[in-house]
T-cell receptor
Framework: NAGVMQNPRHLVRRRGQEARLRCSPM?????VYWYRQLPEEGLKFMVY????????ESGMPKERFSAEFPKEGPSILRIQQVVRGDSAAYFC??????????????FGPGTRLTVT | GQNIDQPTEMTATEGAIVQINCTYQ??????LFWYQQHAGEAPTFLSY????GLEEKGRFSSFLSRSKGYSYLLLKELQMKDSASYLC????????????FGGGTRVLVKP
């Protein structure tokens, strides 16, 4: 009964490199959300995906950031040409397929990205 | 637009009660979540309110007033392990949609 899994837990990148963050949702969950948390701040929504579809990317920066959730495999958050301001904790959450009512989002342990 | 406000920090004594208020202005509001987050860890679910009123779950209770755009989380019989950040989050839209979080309230429980 594994929960939401994220890897790596810690990632260090130099300015200009690419960062790839992976998220495997809980078994049976088909909705994935990515959030960013800067030090001492709340979580900020980035993107909401279902399998092979981006449903809402209103929180994603327009440049350098992209996300996917392929038919097979984990969801990937990709940050190209990282800058120091990208240093943050990136949390992934998943929820079951929608129906009536709303569902709790289960959070993964996060990936702490440090850009040097 | 969406705006979630909660106090930045609160201090209370072990065994006491603390109430964390949250006000929100969210178009298309659907429900209100509370999460607990210990430093360096993932948020964990505490409660979800969609209807007006009080939901009690052990030492924790959560209240919602949709007409006032207001919620609170009540922590009773505080324990040292309750020292954490408490995040209020408004859910917008249909099931399975994004959450808008407040900045979190850091609660420090003192002996």
């Amino acid at each position: 009964n594994a929960g939401v899994m994220q890897n790596p837990r810690h990632l260090v990148r130099r300015r200009g490199q690419e960062a790839r963050l992976r998220c495997s949702p809980m078994k049976g969950h088909s909705h994935v959300y990515w959030y960013r948390q800067l030090p001492e701040e709340g979580l900020k929504f980035m993107v909401y995906l279902q399998k092979e579809n981006i449903i809402d990317e209103s929180g994603m920066p327009k440049e350098r950031f992209s996300a996917e959730f392929p038919k097979e495999g984990p969801s990937i958050l990709r940050i190209q040409q990282v800058v120091r301001g990208d240093s943050a904790a990136y949390f992934c959450a998943s929820s079951p397929p929608g129906g009536t009512g709303s569902y709790e989002q289960y959070f993964g342990p996060g990936t702490r990205l440090t850009v040097t | 637009g969406q705006n979630i406000d909660q106090p930045t920090e609160m201090t209370a004594t072990e065994g006491a009660i603390v109430q964390i208020n949250c006000t929100y202005q969210t178009s298309g509001f659907n429900g209100l979540f509370w999460y607990q987050q210990h430093a360096g860890e993932a948020p964990t679910f505490l409660s979800y309110n969609v209807l007006d009123g009080l939901e009690e779950k052990g030492r924790f209770s959560s209240f919602l007033s949709r007409s006032k755009g207001y919620s609170y989380l009540l922590l009773k019989e505080l324990q040292m392990k309750d020292s954490a950040s408490y995040l209020c989050a408004a859910e917008k839209g249909a099931a399975g949609n994004k959450l808008t979080f407040g900045g979190g309230t850091r609660v420090l429980v003192k002996p």
